[in-house]
T-cell receptor
Framework: GQQVMQIPQYQHVQEGEDFTTYCNSSTTLSNIQWYKQRPGGHPVFLIQLVKSGEVKKQKRLTFQFGEAKKNSSLHITATQTTDVGTYFCAASINSGNTGKLIFGQGTTLQVKP | DAGVIQSPRHEVTEMGQEVTLRCKPI?????LFWYRQTMMRGLELLIYFNNNVPIDDSGMPEDRFSAKMPNASFSTLKIQPSEPRDSAVYFCASSFLSTGELFFGEGSRLTVL
């Protein structure tokens, strides 16, 4: 079936180091969303990317959508302990917002103070 | 504003029993999703509704699972009979069909003994 591959599965960093997670699909994506789930919590929406090559920033977080709309990345600059959690990409395969979002396996980030 | 409300938050039951999970989406949202989360399989989309109509139930594991949305403010996910492998956190999420951003409930943690 349709899959969205996300790497790495786990990442341990020292506070202040940078962090990147990657999301890849063999299928062209309509759009991609990113979510963060704190331990014991529920996924919380971060951002949506729609356009080819799009780059969006939220403070220390930078989100990119590939030119071919088959991959995306989330980069965190100078991680803090509050960044701990699992980051998921979620891809919409069908054109427009028909609703079907396929989640990647997630990257769990641990930050050592 | 109230978010997505799920009940129960925790359920422990014995194999063979019927389980009913409930969800109240955010008022005004016209899409509703049921996801299941496990360590092994991550976040899996079970079924989603647009305007109370089931659109895609291809993720429902088998006939033991059923979901209904009798009106815009209520949905249920039923498992009958339950099995230990159904143990997971079940999330309900809702969104506006036009935007696609998912708002998740806090989840129902199901343990089947």
């Amino acid at each position: 079936g349709q899959q969205v591959m996300q790497i790495p599965q786990y990442q341990h960093v020292q506070e202040g180091e940078d962090f990147t997670t990657y999301c890849n699909s063999s299928t062209t994506l309509s759009n991609i969303q990113w979510y963060k789930q704190r331990p014991g919590g529920h996924p919380v929406f971060l951002i949506q990317l729609v356009k080819s090559g799009e780059v969006k920033k939220q403070k220390r977080l930078t989100f990119q959508f590939g030119e071919a709309k088959k991959n995306s990345s989330l980069h965190i600059t100078a991680t803090q302990t509050t960044d701990v959690g699992t980051y998921f990409c979620a891809a919409s395969i069908n054109s427009g917002n028909t609703g079907k979002l396929i989640f990647g396996q997630g990257t769990t980030l641990q930050v050592k103070p | 504003d109230a978010g997505v409300i799920q009940s129960p938050r925790h359920e422990v039951t014995e194999m063979g029993q019927e389980v009913t999970l409930r969800c109240k989406p955010i008022s005004g949202h016209n899409s509703l999703f049921w996801y299941r989360q496990t360590m092994m399989r991550g976040l899996e989309l079970l079924i989603y509704f647009n305007n109370n109509v089931p659109i895609d139930d291809s993720g429902m594991p088998e006939d033991r699972f059923s979901a209904k949305m009798p009106n815009a403010s209520f949905s249920t996910l039923k498992i009958q009979p339950s099995e230990p492998r159904d143990s997971a956190v079940y999330f309900c999420a809702s969104s506006f069909l036009s935007t696609g951003e998912l708002f998740f409930g806090e989840g129902s943690r199901l343990t089947v003994l």
